[in-house]
């Protein structure tokens, strides 16, 4: 029996993205399609098998540890991009100001979908979230830079909405329009025993 199970839900991607150099700025570049290996996007600076460590595992690892790189892409939802926009008083967020690698319309509660799921596409394309991207000081400034004023509310109005980070389980190339198909695993909820 299968682990992972395909569901009826389908997102469509509607922009792509690259960040070049990663220790300059967070902010990506728009590109038309992306060509994705075991190491993540070709040409870009979070691309690697490994990486080291940051203040999201500092409960597991000091800082700088060498580990295995299942943030080589931010995802974001382009519903869920509208409402930070909203919550801002802005008319829209740039995705490349958050330096997401792809954002996908028509997935609902994007950002919460279960860790291990998979975004496939029909060329057989496929990404594996690993969990929710939180809300960070790093996007916050760009959004500042970009937008004077609105930066200060980022996190808040981010909160649950920032999409997730993903790694590549089988390389393609994906582009503007593709559609992924949401599979997700086939578990109940971890519930703690007392």
Excluded at 68 to 74: A, M, P
Excluded at 109 to 125: E, I, K, M, W
């Amino acid at each position: 029996m299968p682990a992972l199970v395909p569901t009826e839900y389908y997102g469509q991607i509607t922009w792509l993205g690259k960040t070049d150099d990663r220790d300059a700025t967070l902010t990506s570049v728009a590109c038309d399609g992306i060509d994705l290996t075991y190491e993540g996007i070709v040409g870009e600076a979070r691309s690697g098998l490994t990486r080291p460590s940051c203040s999201r595992v500092t409960s597991q690892y000091p800082r700088g540890t060498e580990i295995r790189n299942v943030r080589q892409l931010s995802v974001l939802s382009a519903e869920e991009l509208a409402d930070i926009a909203r919550a801002l008083d802005l008319g829209q967020i740039d995705p490349a100001w958050l330096g997401a690698s792809m954002v996908v319309a028509g997935l609902p509660d994007f950002t919460h979908v279960p860790p291990s799921s998979r975004l496939q596409a029909d060329n057989g394309a496929t990404l594996v979230v690993d969990m929710e991207n939180r809300p960070c000081t790093l996007a916050a400034r760009e959004v500042e830079r970009a937008r004077p004023g609105h930066g200060i509310g980022f996190k808040p109005a981010a909160k649950g909405k920032r999409g997730v980070t993903a790694w590549v389980e089988h390389p393609g190339r994906l582009q503007l329009g593709d559609r992924l198909r949401l599979h997700i695993p086939d578990q109940r909820a971890w519930q703690a025993r007392a």
